[in-house]
């Protein structure tokens, strides 16, 4: 069974179109997060959510918003996409946002190719 | 803010050799540092999680240590075979955030 899924695997899609790529988490976790890593094999995080409240919104633009219908899903909507979003987006999830329990989850990625 | 650093960006090793890669971070006040594998095109696979009051964790043919103090961590990984080889990462946790390296590209010759 597979712990934390994403869909779709890879994107490709012109710029200023706008896509969004789910995530779901089948461990009972509490918390959600987007990853991106770039070119550069570069892992920054970009938003995290706890029972379906944002608690984490590093300083990316506007034209990404996440949303989480629940707390074992959460998805990723961006909108009128740019040449620079291409990277790879990892989902994760833990336990809980709490220090003591931190251990993370990824989901296999999802490539992300703006021409 | 926290900046985690790995070095050697890359290496390789013969089959059976032990290996330690190494991680370093700048702010000693994390609350945990976690181990990871990715392979190609694929995602992070947790290897070891050491919480701040621990010193080191084991499984298997890794060890992994945690220098506070000195703001370092270690991942030792014994008797490497070539299903060894990846790309590890370190990740040391804010107060709910990770913070990752730039990771170190293993390969194991068979």
Known sequence: DTAVSQTPKYLVTQMGNDKSIKCEQNLGHDTMYWYKQDSKKFL???????????????????????KSPDKAHLNLHINSLELGDSAVYFCASSQDWQRSSYEQYFGPGTRLTVT | KQEVTQIPAALSVPEGENLVLNCSF???A???????????????????LIQSSQREQTSGRLNASLDKSSG????????????????YLCAGSGANNLFFGTGTRLTVIP
Request: aromatic residues 12%; without cysteine.
């Open chain 2, 30 to 48: 994390i609350y945990n540092l976690q181990w990871f594998r990715q392979d190609p095109g694929k995602g992070l696979t947790s290897l070891l």
């Open chain 1, 44 to 66: 920054k995080i970009m938003f995290s959510y706890n029972n379906k409240e944002l608690i984490i919104n590093e300083t990316v633009p506007n034209r990404f918003s996440p």
């Open chain 2, 72 to 87: 370092r961590s270690t991942l030792y990984i014994a008797a490497s075979q070539p299903g060894d080889s990846a790309t």
């Open chain 2, 26 to 28: 700048t702010d000693s």
